[in-house]
């Protein structure tokens, strides 16, 4: 039998997200939107030597959307642009089939019963394809 979806952990992780630090001034920011669910998610973030510093999140998704919000918010600082491009290769290596879930940010572990709803990969991925476009964006000398 599958794991319920909806999980107690999974609807505290969504209830438990905030914006954030409020960062009036960001380094970097992007928005993302999953054309399929309809979610979006807004970043912004501060950005030193290389690495997150602060982090602002708003997410408008569902519960899984949201608590994969959260847990980026609660482990973004102190991580560079490739440790959130890894950490989201091996979320979608995992919602595909394909890998582990990464066990370096062990809250993803609540994320694993998505693995049986392909509906809702996209607001999960969302979060950190949004913090990503913000770094590519830095590069590309843009910031919003």
Do not use: N
Request: charged share 25%.
């Amino acid at each position: 039998m599958a794991e319920p979806l909806y999980t107690h952990e999974i609807l505290r992780l969504a209830m438990s997200l905030s914006t954030g630090d409020d960062i009036a001034s960001p380094d970097i920011a992007a928005d993302a939107r999953a054309p399929i669910c309809g979610s979006s998610v807004s970043v912004k973030a501060s950005i030193d030597s290389g690495k997150v510093s602060k982090i602002e999140v708003a997410a408008k998704a569902c519960a899984m959307g949201q608590a994969s919000a959260a847990i980026l918010m609660k482990h973004a600082a102190g991580r560079t642009e490739e440790e959130i491009a890894e950490i989201k290769r091996g979320i979608a290596g995992f919602l595909a089939g394909d890998a582990e879930m990464p066990t370096s940010w062990p809250d993803l572990d609540h994320l694993k019963p998505a693995r049986q709803y392909p509906a809702r990969h996209a607001a999960i991925l969302l979060p950190y394809e949004a913090l990503l476009r913000a770094f590519s964006k830095q590069h590309e000398g843009q910031l919003r």
